[in-house]
């Protein structure tokens, strides 16, 4: 890591784990998960290339397909549209990272 790098390294797995479990609480309604297309197209994007280590890319990319499918299917209401006017007036650290704290925002609490 480089000075100032505040990030953890996280394996493949407790990615997993994570994801898991905050889906595992979303379905029971214990909190209400938000993203945009820009998210889940990330998601799908880096699922598949964690997976393509171990399978073929066709594989990869269909589980990567289906995941964020499922999740959009079970979570028709998380999809926050209208964000894009607020990405890159949070000044962050990261600038990639101003498109999650835009839908969060336009998102709201519940």
Do not use: C
């Not at 996280?10 to 909190?31: H, K, T, W």
């Not at 998380?78 to 498109?99: K, N, R």
């Amino acid at each position: 890591m480089t000075d100032g790098d505040d990030r953890v390294p996280i394996s493949p797995d407790e990615l997993n784990l994570q994801r898991d479990f905050l889906m595992s609480m979303a379905v029971e309604g214990l909190y209400r998960p938000l993203w945009s297309g820009v998210i889940l197209d990330e998601l799908e994007f880096h699922e598949a290339a964690k997976l393509e280590r171990r399978h073929s890319a066709a594989t990869a990319q269909a589980a990567g397909a289906r995941l964020v499918g499922t999740m959009r299917e079970h979570f028709d209401d998380a999809l926050v549209t209208g964000w894009e006017p607020l990405e890159g007036t949070f000044s962050l650290p990261d600038p990639d990272d101003e498109h999650v704290v835009a839908a969060a925002v336009v998102g709201g609490p519940v």
